[in-house]
């Protein structure tokens, strides 16, 4: 079964795009490579660009306390797990109380340090950390595997409670949607939308292995046309009738699977 997801807004699309980054550069850390960790660092001044655009940090507290006020309502609901729920608002109060605690703006420990920001400068250019371009990098790639994995243990010390905050509010969003069986006729499918309480993220499911979806989204419709690739052209439509699931989430407080 794969599995896609689209945003409906900026704010759900940067915190996939951080999500993602933070994914990648984890698991390529893990791996201790040192082509790995070439990746992984790559991945982490990507990072520093995404989270450069806009004040993400206020925007992460105001999305915590939402979540928390919204489950805060659930208490003592009878129909509602009250251990998970209490575990989710500490989960939601430390990430608020962390990141709160840095008065710091989000990667600037990073932006001040004068190697990192050398090696960055350098890598908007294909090819630029080779050797003998970057003698530095080439010489930190040499050193041990634990040495490295301080370095990166040290460097996102700063950035970890931002990710985990992300984690969290992505893993509430995509609890709260119902799964809705579907058909797209000839590949296609639209379905309107009331607008009254904007959609965040589409999530959608298909068990087919030559078509994926693309989708055109806003709080109005959604539009899916499936495609199939062909690796040489550009991707053709999808003539017959697909089978999929699709989830609108919209995390209310409540959860439905």
Known sequence: MSSYEFPFNERIRTYLRLEDLFNKMLHHIAIGHEVSHHVALISMLQVLDVIDRGDLKVDLLQELDRHKVQLSLLQHNPNIDQEALESTVNNLDR????????????????????????????????????????????????????????????????????????????????????????????????????????????????????????????????????????????????????????IVCNFTGASHN
């Not at 004068?114 to 970057?134: A, H, N, Y």
């Open 95 to 246: 990430c608020a109380t962390t990141l709160r605690a840095d008065h710091q703006k989000l990667g600037q420990t990073l932006r001040d340090n004068d190697w990192l920001m050398s090696v960055k400068q350098r890598t908007s250019i294909p090819g630029g950390v080779c050797e003998f371009d970057l003698p530095s990098y080439r010489h930190w790639l040499y050193l041990s595997v634990e040495r490295r994995k301080q370095d990166f243990t040290q460097w996102l010390s700063r950035l970890m409670p931002m990710y985990e905050a992300i984690s969290l509010i992505m893993q509430l969003l995509r609890g709260s949607g119902q799964v809705l069986s579907l058909v797209a006729h000839h590949g296609a499918y639209q379905q309107q939308l009331s607008g009254h309480k904007p959609a965040q993220l589409l999530r959608i499911e298909i068990d087919h292995e030559e078509c994926f979806p693309e989708v055109s989204a806003n709080k109005y419709a959604i539009n899916i046309r499936f495609q199939k690739l062909d690796f040489v052209q550009r991707p053709k439509g999808c003539e017959q009738d697909i089978p999929f699931k699709m």
